[in-house]
């Protein structure tokens, strides 16, 4: 394992989703509470979208942690799937159950019969799709399908669709019409502003065992929030760069050049700040914070 600089217990910024590191920024944790709150009303299937490095991922991992035992779930990070038969091999697989050497509705059959028999037994199934932007529309009909499977009390399994802002036009379409207007959860996220994007950078080097403050000088805090766009996948390649170079170049702590040259090395300009900030550091507390989490209205209704 390559040493941390800065004596930092692990790696500040790490290279894929950590729970452990979960920030709870205000539009994330938002986002997190549509989900979990019609997830707990028996939605039957719930919709949550962004650019690309929002942080999708990460919550998908925080909403499986927050429904701890009350549901079982099969989440899928990898939706590049050919058919239908593809996407139920790949559920059957995340549940655990027998899927090789099947035909597509023998495997439909095994799923629907497990779901079923799950809900019978007081336990509903969550199937969470990341990247949800890479299914067709015969994918989507297929999870339509499996959401209206229903026992005396309420859906028996419920869809929480994840993607780029993109899938929202393959839901527009005439032939998704029943599945969009099941979506009744419609959460968006949004990069973070600049007070948050500084606090996810102080949060990521105190969660890794350092002295925040003291590792990232208040400029270069302010430069890797502004010159990252608030983007939580572009803030934590910024950020650990920025580590790496500060202490390879033996400083102290990270300053501006340091933050400069690790926005560079990302293709990234550093944008300066605001007028009638202090110079010893953005007053990033009277920024205003942005609206990270809104709904989306259906086609041809006003949001």
Known sequence: MTEAPFGLARRA???????????????????????????RDGEGALLLVGPPGSGKTMLCHA??????????????????LRDR???????????????????????????????????????????????????????????RLLGNLEGRAGAAVQVVLV????????LARPELASLRQRLAVRAVLAPLGVEEAADYLL???????????????????????????????????????????ASGGGAESVD??????????LGLE????????????VQLAEAEPEEDVRLFAAPGQSA
């Open 270 to 281: 550093a944008e300066p700040a605001e007028r009638g900030t202090e110079e010893a550091g």
């Open 203 to 245: 949060h990521h080097v105190r969660a890794a065992g350092g002295r925040a403050e003291l590792l990232i000088t208040s400029e270069a805090l302010e430069l890797l929030a502004r010159g990252t766009g608030g983007v939580p996948r572009l803030l934590n390649q910024a950020g650990h760069l920025a580590l790496r170079l």
């Open 163 to 170: 993607g780029q802002t993109e899938l929202l036009q393959t």
């Open 13 to 39: 910024f790490p290279a894929s989703p950590d729970l452990a590191c979960y920030y709870p920024a205000t539009g994330h944790e938002q986002a997190l509470e549509q989900l979990l709150s019609g997830l």
């Open 85 to 143: 038969a593809g996407l139920l091999q790949a559920l059957l697989f995340d549940l655990g159950l027998p899927h090789q050497g099947r035909g597509e509705q023998e495997m439909r059959l095994e799923l629907v019969d497990h779901l079923l028999k799950r809900y019978a037994a007081g336990k509903r199934t969550v199937l969470i799709l990341d990247e949800a932007q890479h299914l067709g529309v015969d994918l989507l009909e297929e999870l």
């Open 63 to 80: 909403l499986i942690d927050r429904l701890g035992d009350t549901a079982e779930v099969a989440f899928l990070t990898h939706t590049r």
């Open 256 to 265: 501006v050049e340091a933050a400069v040259e690790a926005l560079a090395a």
